[in-house]
């Protein structure tokens, strides 16, 4: 037997590998034609060829309910030898156009890993005499070997090939997601503030959006934007509560050189930044009065001034301001300017807090579901009917980012494919179980669960973090039952908690 060139093993790419291997069987059995068949639903597809006709066999499709030797060797799972002018078998159609016909076929099955054909490959002498196919036995018995070993590196170079389809599928699905804002929903009072987002985005004018902690302020702030003639130009964010009251002027105003101690150097702010562009001023109920005044500024004028310079500078920007607050009352009550609540609440609108478009909720479970599964590179879980009435009927405080955090953390504590009602925390299965604490969540439920009273309250590590530490405390922190538990092997489990500087005790 001519030996075989085990370097084709190396080879990844599917189609290659098939070429490769079926040409190295006809070189060992000194023919001219041959062709592998795969086993796809209830037919028989050639997807490889080679020698004479080739092209007229490649892409045949046989119907598994025809007799055909490719199919008699799937379903009996061993080597056969046809003579095809007396076997019932051949299925002489497909060479009726051929000007030489096949002679004598030596078929082989195509074996998986575990056993399981998935395809045939075929050698076929075309000599009259029937004299080119070696049948010994001791030999055939030998590429027998060769080609089981074959079958194994095909399907490996087919699975690999698909999976890595999957991955840039991923990949592409993941910057999709990353890139696009998701605005999920169907209900009518939703539908009514994302037709206002749609018409306001046309215009010019600044807009004021209103609604509770978690509705989607940024992502309609965003989506404003991209629909916007400025769409093309810089996008910039800035949280007024989440920095205190003098750096907030300067990160938006910007400041001289030797304005203050530390002023190294000039620094541009987010207006000037952000100049033919959109500025989302988030919680703009907690900017500083002092700050108001600058902002009422660039509203009026589009001017700036930054700190330690003498000269005003022009810019031209659209601002998207949000707040979970009353401004109304806040104006009232002189904690915020009139004249600048009239010049950024020339577009309002006010988003529908969840509870009160719950029709939504089973969208945004499935969403979420397979947004986290992409981004965690996980398959996709379930929500079960019983646990996505829970959901439904829960009153979700943090509205869509806290139930956004949850999916989250049923994805990392489910070890099932179905999330069903029993995975649920306390405080979403038993709502009515103890006193509201005001926040939609029951003080002793919340305990319980293991989660805070606030699900959106939390980063998703801070989610984890709980997670593991309670396995963790509920093995008595053997780390080997905990991941167990999780459903992740020691390794991965371990990985994770230095990662999250979790320091392993000694069980007491």
Known sequence: MQPIDYALFKELDPQALQKKFLNSLLEIQNVRRGSIWIRQKKSY???????????????????????????????????????????????????????????QILCF????????????????????????????????????NLVDICS???????????????????????????????????????????????????????????????????????QIHKLSPRKKMPFLVQNCSAIPETLLESELFGYKKGAFTGAAQDKAGLFEAADKGTVFLDEIGDMPMNVQAGLLRVLQKNEIKPLGETRVRYIDVRIVAATNKDIKQMVAENRFRQDLFYRLSVLPVELPPLRSRREDI??????????????????????????????????????????????????????????????LPDNIRKPAATADDGNG?????ARSSGLPADLAAMTWSGLEKTYVNALLEKHNWNV??????????????????????IQRRRPV
């Not at 199919?71 to 051949?90: C, F, L, P």
């Not at 969540?441 to 439920?445: A, K, N, V």
Request: overall charge positive.
């Open 109 to 144: 099955p195509l074996f998986l890993r575990d056993n399981k054909v998935y395809g045939a490959v075929q050698i076929i002498d075309t000599s009259p005499g029937r004299t080119r196919l070696n049948l010994d036995r001791d030999y055939l018995a030998h590429l027998q």
């Open 480 to 501: 080997t039952w905990a991941a167990k538990s999780s459903g992740l092997n020691r390794s991965t489990f371990a990985s994770r908690m230095r990662k999250l500087d």
């Open 441 to 445: 969540l029951s003080g002793p439920d």
């Open 362 to 423: 089973p969208l945004l479970v499935r969403h979420f579901l397979s947004k986290e599964a992409l981004t965690a590179g996980t398959s996709e879980k379930k929500m079960a009917p019983g646990a996505m009435q829970h959901l439904v009927a829960y009153a979700w405080p943090g509205n869509v980012r806290e139930l956004e955090n949850l999916i989250r953390f049923l994805l990392v504590t489910t070890p099932d494919d179905t999330i069903e009602a029993v995975h």
């Open 45 to 103: 597809v050639c997807v490889e060829a080679a020698g004479d006709e080739s092209e007229n066999i490649r892409g045949v499709v046989l119907d598994s309910r025809q007799p055909s030797i490719v199919g008699w060797v799937m379903e009996n799972r061993q080597m056969t030898v046809a003579e095809t002018r007396s076997d019932r078998r051949h299925f002489k159609e497909v060479e009726n156009s051929f000007a030489v016909k096949s002679s």
């Open 152 to 222: 194994i590196a095909l399907s490996n170079a087919i699975l690999f090939s698909t999976e890595k389809s999957k991955a840039r599928h991923l990949k592409t699905a993941l910057s999709r997601i990353r890139q696009d804002p998701f605005i999920i929903g169907q209900s009518r009072e939703f539908k009514q503030s994302m037709d206002l987002v749609k018409s306001y985005a046309g215009t010019e004018f600044h807009v004021l959006v209103t609604g509770e902690s978690g509705t989607g302020k940024e992502l309609v702030a965003e």
